[in-house]
Each structure stands twice: as C-alpha cells, then as structure tokens.
DNA sequence: AAAAATACTGCAAACGTTTGCAGTATTAAT
DNA sequence: ATTAATACTGCAAACGTTTGCAGTATTTTT
C-alpha cells in the first residue's frame, strides 16, 4: 500500500472544523467571534477546533472584512536611539494589550516612496509615525483610509493633512534650561545637533539666547549616538576655546560628551563645562552622571497614541486632532545649580 | 444633481487598473510579479497604477498563495533590556532589507496559550524567539508550517522539536573570565540573576568555581534592569561582609551595581568589589564603566538567523539546524587585571 | 513554407473567512 | 391557541489576489 500522506500538512480551516462539528463554517466564524451563537454549540465548536489545532486565519478575515488589527510603527532606518527604543517598547506593549499587531518598519528621507506603498499593502488599521524626515503629505495620501498618528515637534500649521498629531512643545522645558545656565553666567554656548528634530530644538534654543544678546559660538552635527557625541565635543572643544556650555540634542550625545570632557579631556563638569541633554533617557538619571536635560512624558504620548487610535477606528471621519505635550526641565548636576 | 459620492473612498483594487489600462486582472498581477508579461505592457500597467496609487494588497496575496512575508518576533512581555533592544533593531532592518515584516510580539510564559494562537492566525513565512520561557514543544506544534528559530542558551539536547536553534555557549567566555578572577585572588563571590537564560549562566559559573573548590557564597534574583542591580548589590553587600566579587547575569545590573558600589557605598571598583557583566552591550564600554564581560556577539547572532530563514524558505524540509555561537571574554576595567 | 516552439494574455477557480438574507425552531405576548 | 418576536443556523456571495490551463499571436526551426 503506497504513502499517500501529502508532502505538507493542510492547514485546517474551518470548513475542516465545521465537519468535525456538524455544522457549516459561517457557525464557526459565530463561535469565534462569540455573536449570535448557541453558547451550547459554541463550547463544542471551540473544544473541538482546540482539538484540531484551529485558529481562524486572520489574512482571510481581513481581507473579508477590509479591515484588520495590524499597526504599522515606522521609524528611522538609522539606528534607534534610546528614546525610540523606549517608545517602542512601551508601544508594542500597550497595541498588544488593546488587541493589536505592532508592524515595525524603518524608513529614510530617501526611497521611501516604494517602502511606503508596500506599507499600504497591508492595509493596517493605523500608522503610528516617529519620523519627520517623511514626506507627510505623501503619507496621508498613501494612508488615508487608516488612522494616521504623527509623533513629532516639528508641525508646520500649514499642513492640511488628516492626521492625529502630537505636537511637542520643546519650550516649555528648554526655556527653564536655558534661563539657568544663563543666570550662572554661561555666555559660550555650543551645540551638537542632528538631523531632523534636532533643528527644531536648536531654533528654540537660539530664540531663547537670542533674547539674551547671545547665540551660538559653535556647533556640529552628530547622528544622535554616544559616539558621535564623544567626537564632536572634543572637535569643539579643541576647535573653539572658551566654551563653557555644550548643549546636545538628544541626551545619547550628551553622555558620550560628559564621559570625553571628563576622561580624555580630564575638565570638571559642570565647573569647567556644563552639558545638557534631551530625553531624559534611563542613563541620565545613573548617579555617574546626573544629566540635566528635558523630559517629554513618554507615558503620555503613549497612552495619547493609544487614544487617538481607538477612538479614530470607532469614528474614523473625526477631524484631526492635536495633542499639545508640554516638554519639562530636568535639573540635575551636568549643569550649574542657578538659585530660582 | 444629488451627491452621489460614496461615504468611503473604496480602495483601488487590480479590477480598476485593469479596466483603466485595457487589460486583464491576472495582466495586472504578472505585471507587480513581473513574470510573464511584455516588458512594454508592464511600464504600461505600472505607470497607471501609480497614477491611480494602487499597489497589491498583501492579505489577498498572502491568502491566495498561503504564504506571506511577514515574521513574527517573540520577546518577553516584561520591559526589553538593551541587549534584545540591539538585537530588534538590526533584526528589523535586515530582515526589512530581505524583503520581510517584522511582527513583534510580547510573551509571557502564563497565558501564553492563547496569544500562540494569535500569532499562529497570521501564517508569518517565520518565527524568530529570543525567549526561553516558551513550551518549545507549544511552538514547533503551533508554527508547524513556518520556519521556527530558537535563539538561546538553553538548549536541551531532549527537545525533539523542528527548529532551528541558535546555541550559546556561554562557558567559552565566561571561563577565562572566572579563571582570571580566581587569578587575582578572588574568593567570595556573589551572583545576581534573574530568570530564563540566567540560570544556565549561572549553572556554568557554578560548574568553574566547583572545580576550585568555591562557590558563590551568596545571590539575589533581580530583573536584568539597572535598577534590580542598583539594590541587590547593596543588600548582598550589606547581608554578607567580605564579597569581593559581584557577578551579573547581564551588564544592565552590573552597571547598576558598579553605580551602587562606587556611589552608594563608596567604594573602588574593582580593588574592593570586581563586577562582570554579559552582553557586552555599549554602555559597557563606556569610560564611565569599563565593564568587564562576555560578548555574544550579534551580528553573527542576526546573519545566521537571516541565513536560517532564507534557506529554510527555499526548502522547509531541511532537518532542524544547530548553531553554535562562541560568547568571548571582553576583559576591561571592572575585574583587576590578571598577568594570564 | 510548413511545423514547432515561444511569448503573452484571458478565463475561471481557488485561498479561508465573514455577513446579509432567509429559513426554522423556540420562546414570549396577546 | 394564535400571533409576534426572538434565537439560532445555513446558504451563498463577496473580499482581492494568483495561477494552471487554454488560446492566440509571434518567432524560430527545418
């Protein structure tokens, strides 16, 4: 008698399960979605599917029902930093416990626009975006019949694209930041910046100065890693003299600056030079070294993105909204302690 | 004239192209596979489809062909530690840059059960686990039809099961290590842990110490977070007098405890208490730390798994395979420095 | 120049689910 | 006891794509 198992195992569907149980498969789908069914029937359903190893397809329910609980997160294609390492955590986490899939993708400024359509493909339920170096309009174009939720601080009111924003205020904290290194005399102040967000900081941070008669005296751009951190402070510091402040982005930089002011340049900090961050990431508050820095709630703008996103799918025609997040100052030791 | 715009925008579907481009669905199809098609018919459907911003849909493709490109990846449902971080995100942009989805998924070992099946629901071509908390027996009977790979150190040689399986020998770097402890002296060891993988590390370092006559003479469970090493190394050191040595389970704990040590209680590290780490992640090489430790090394950790999928995809019957990946002794600061 | 191979293209049947509609059995209302 | 409402269940048509088969047009071979 000949082999006849087939080569691969059939995934059982529920056509499979509906015979096991003497019914048709539209009362399988009834079971599972718990509606309009016998709770009797249902129990032997579900016991039986249990048995066969049963789980309804979600690609085919999807397709059905032209929606599904997928989420696009789409990040940089660059490294991550902490604080999007962060936000990713916490985000995959929460999406889960409301029923969804987190469907990471990377991104750059560059060749986006075919990595986007193939985003599209999946027709997820929502886009969650941590990146403004994207083409915004070219996404609530491509998205339009998803939730589209833009995480950023770089909103530009003319923008007439439906999406739900999050806007930070990075003011709100920079401006108590500055103010006192300012009254604890710091005249020389230098950056180290990045790409995208960043620009947006520096500007803040310059109107502030600016009011003050004062601005930069020397900047450089980093890629929001410890290292570049650690290289560009010392090519400021041996570039420029006299510095007394650095300044950085993101708080990554900023520690890869304290540890080269410190160790290979062997100055104090704050005395010599005062380093302020942005993030208020995990390691700025290690006790090695007490950066002062800026902190958005990343809680709130989680549980904001979670909001915008279950109450866009339940009315999807709401006009977009805009969440106004207040940034807050972080004092710790990186910089002077001024007396407010 | 009523407005008779639908409430909805549909979606384009290949019907619309092809209609608008003269031709048939299955033209539309051939010419996104670009098989069988006249090249000039192809940019003809092309350019039309971009006009109208269509692009396939992924879940009718992926139910027709009972295959798709997503990948699922299985991480503990407690917060990730850096080292999963690093791995997540060059997994993300590699597997990204082979054409596949990244699905991340969250983990517990309760209720796990249920979840399995969630996961099991999107038919992903993968399933990528950085979690021995998992039934592997669970995994290998829900993810029959997809290439399952088992990233980690507790491999039991008893698991029968169709995976493929990263193996971490940790002896290989933590031998050196111990022996270079033992080397300067040190006799009164005490360990950190935590759950799932540190145990085998433990078992390892246990093993060493047993062959000269030691052993820990003290431990506290912690939950691989800096924090968890912050305030177990200052209830070892406060419950047992004389440790000269902290081990950790991973470097988050370990920097904690260099911070808790040198800060807290000051004192030197490593002249009064040596610490060690695992996962040689980049703040261990921080100035600021200087951690010693042992490197699994991750980008041999991410192409194999690369290499695991895509040949497995090719021909899914291969038998399970195993690889062994070689963890190595990164010796720095934290350790006193033996003459070896 | 006839035959054979090749290159495209269209038709239609899947893939596995969901849901409106209709039908039946059961319960509630009068 | 008759009518009306309710509770389930099955039928069959979608959802949007892919692919084997067959058919036609074109090219190659002899």
Same mark, same amino acid.
Do not use: H, M, R, Y
């Given at each position: 008698m000949p082999d006849k198992t087939p080569p691969h195992k059939k995934q059982i569907n529920s056509i499979d399960v509906a015979k096991a149980a003497g019914v048709s498969p539209a009362t399988i789908s009834r079971a599972f979605a718990n509606r309009n069914i016998n709770s009797k029937t249902r129990e032997h359903i579900l016991r039986i599917a249990n048995e066969l190893g049963y789980y309804p397809d979600a690609l085919a329910s999807g397709l059905n029902k032209g929606k599904n609980k997928l989420i696009a997160i789409i990040f940089d294609e660059r490294n991550l930093n902490e604080w999007e390492f962060l936000m990713l955590d916490k985000l995959s986490t929460q999406l889960q416990n409301n029923g969804y899939f987190p469907l990471i993708h990377r991104l750059s400024s560059t060749s986006q626009y075919e990595r986007v359509k193939s985003i599209a !493909?999946? +027709?997820?339920a929502g886009i969650i975006v941590? =990146?403004? /170096? /994207?083409?915004a309009s070219l996404l609530s174009k491509t998205f339009m019949t998803s939730s589209l939720i833009i995480v950023n601080t =770089?909103?530009? !009111?003319? =923008?007439? *694209?439906?999406a739900d924003h999050i806007i930070i205020d990075d003011h709100n904290g920079l401006k108590p930041l500055v103010d006192n290194l300012l009254l604890c005399g710091r005249k020389n102040f230098t950056w180290i910046g990045g790409t995208g967000v960043s620009t947006q900081r520096k500007k803040t941070i310059s109107q502030i100065l600016h009011k003050n008669k004062l601005s930069f005296i020397d900047s450089e751009q980093g890629d929001y890693s410890y290292d570049s951190g650690y290289m560009k402070s010392l090519l400021l510091c041996r570039r420029t003299p006299h510095i007394d402040t650095i300044m950085c982005a993101n708080d990554s930089m900023a520690l890869g600056a304290m540890d080269a002011i410190r160790h290979? /340049? +062997? /100055? +104090?900090?704050?005395?010599?030079i005062a380093i302020t961050g942005y993030?208020? *990431?995990?390691? !700025?508050?290690?006790p090695s070294y007490n950066l002062t820095t800026v902190r958005e709630n990343t809680d709130e703008i989680i549980s904001t993105v979670i909001n915008f996103l279950l109450t866009r799918q339940k009315s999807p025609e709401t006009p977009p909204r805009f969440y106004d997040l207040k940034s807050i100052y972080i004092p710790r030791t990186s910089s002077p302690a001024g007396n407010m």
């Open positions: !493909a999946w +027709k997820t941590f =990146n403004d /170096l /994207l083409d =770089n909103f530009k !009111a003319g =923008n007439k *694209i439906s290979t /340049l +062997k /100055l +104090k900090v704050p005395e010599d993030d208020d *990431i995990p390691q !700025a508050s290690w």
